[in-house]
């Protein structure tokens, strides 16, 4: 099957399928962070809203704007919540021999810890677990 306009197939190639990881194992690990990082704004929302509400009058905050802040980051963890839901069931709906190669994909993650996580095959390493208030500089 060709796209019209590209002249490209739209099914990959046998030895494009075969190379690299199944598609299903890679969408399914972005699927764990997105989770991941949905709670962690979750909890973020719960630390952050209590200061922009204006619960201390010194603060100065309570107005529209911060009501608005606190929607926003709710609606991030919502969106990441979703996105995490739609990528596990797109990921264990494709065909397993569709495989790709996501090498050049990584080298895009800065983060050496999600880097690793999302790298095909690897488990993660003992003592790798993130500590909270631990800062990753590149």
């Known amino acids: 099957m060709m796209d019209d306009e590209h002249e490209t197939p739209l099914i990959p190639s046998v030895s494009e399928r075969e190379a690299g990881a199944p598609l299903g194992e890679v969408l399914g690990r972005v699927a764990v ?3 991941q990082l949905g709670e962690a704004m979750g909890r973020f929302q719960g630390a952050l809203s209590p200061l922009l509400v204006g619960r201390d009058d010194r603060i100065g905050f ?12 709710d609606h991030v963890s919502q969106t990441l ?3 995490a839901d739609f990528l596990a ?5 494709l065909p397993v021999n569709w495989r790709m190669d996501s090498e050049s994909a990584l ?3 800065k983060l ?5 996580k999302l790298r095909p095959h690897q488990e ?7 500590i909270p208030g631990e800062c990753e500089l590149f």
Do not use: F, H, N, Y
């Open 33 to 35: 962070e997105l989770a």
């Open 62 to 73: 309570g107005d529209a704007a911060s009501l608005r802040d606190i929607q926003t980051i």
């Open 81 to 83: 919540d979703c996105l």
């Open 89 to 93: 069931k797109v990921a264990v709906q």
């Open 107 to 109: 080298q895009a993650v």
């Open 112 to 116: 050496a810890a999600l880097s690793s």
């Open 124 to 130: 993660e390493p003992a003592g790798s677990l993130s």
